[in-house]
């Protein structure tokens, strides 16, 4: 109890969350947090505090054991989005924590057999999953679960499915599998973050330039953007079908080829199509 105490105050100094603390009760069997000068914390801490303390707690337990006695089983450890309410000084804190029991998971330095990560966090999921030189990814798997008609499908990658957001959108246009009304969204998406990224441009304007019916096509996915704002076109002129997929692919290929960037456009398609192939 008071190794582990010790070790997660150490931690809480390093990363400069100095106003509060782990104590030890009086039978020094269990734990107590409180502020600097020994008042109790009752229910101040902070919700990113909290969780950046249980997932500490957590961390040391995994290498400990509830029971005096102690244990040597291995074990398997799930790790599901620890960094909820955190601010990104502690995600990049925790992100090095989690990469340091990949590292012993691999090298099996840890009781800990296998490891499993979950996250939303597009951020945390690249901090987590950046190999660097000599570390090596024989041992890592990686796994999307996407929600689809009320029930939940994991697909197996044999690459990282996930750089960046931007690329993720892209990666999920290409799949074959993508539904009209996602990939409506989807080019909607990527076309107001690459505009967006690269000012001075409006893709409002850009489509106004553009010929019918693509220019219709172009606004109703536009649309999205605007909320309670929709065209005319998307209930009377323009109907979702499975086959609309396509035509909204060649859409937003039209709007970067109008914008004088119809390279990027094919590069990324065929980037993420290479790699929606691989997977």
Not at 71 to 82: A, G, L, Q
Not at 252 to 268: D, R, T
Request: hydrophobic share 35%; proline share 2%.
């Amino acid at each position: 109890v008071k190794e582990t105490a010790d070790a997660i105050n150490g931690l809480l100094i390093r990363f400069g969350f100095t106003n509060f603390k782990v104590a030890i009760s009086e039978d020094g069997k269990h734990y107590r947090i409180e502020r600097n000068d020994g008042t109790p914390v009752n229910d101040t801490l902070s919700e990113g505090e909290s969780s950046f303390l249980t997932f500490l707690y957590f961390y040391h337990l995994m290498n400990g054991s509830l029971e005096t006695t102690g244990t040597t089983d291995k074990r398997v450890v799930v790790i599901d989005d620890p960094i909820t309410s955190m601010d990104a000084d502690v995600l990049f804190v925790v992100s090095s924590l989690v990469r340091q029991l990949e590292k012993e998971a691999r090298d099996g330095s840890s009781k800990t057999e296998q490891l499993i990560v979950l996250t939303h966090n597009i951020t945390f999921h690249r901090e987590i999953t950046y190999i660097r030189g000599g570390e090596g990814d024989k041992k890592t798997s990686y796994y999307v679960i996407r929600k689809a008609g009320g029930h939940s499908k994991i697909e197996h990658c044999v690459n990282n499915p996930v750089s960046s957001t931007y690329e993720l959108l892209w990666t999920d246009l290409c799949r074959s599998d993508c539904s009209s009304l996602t990939a409506q969204n989807i080019s909607r998406r990527i076309t107001e973050t690459f505009f967006k990224l690269v000012g001075g441009l409006e893709p409002d304007d850009i489509i106004a330039a553009m010929s019918s019916p693509d220019r219709e096509v172009a606004r109703s996915f536009m649309s999205w953007a605007h909320a309670g704002s929709h065209s005319p076109f998307d209930d009377e002129t323009f109907v979702n079908s499975t086959e609309t997929t396509d035509v909204y692919r060649r859409v937003l290929g039209l709007v970067f080829e109008n914008a004088g960037y119809e390279k990027h456009y094919k590069e990324m398609i065929a980037k993420c199509s290479e790699r929606a192939n691989q997977n």
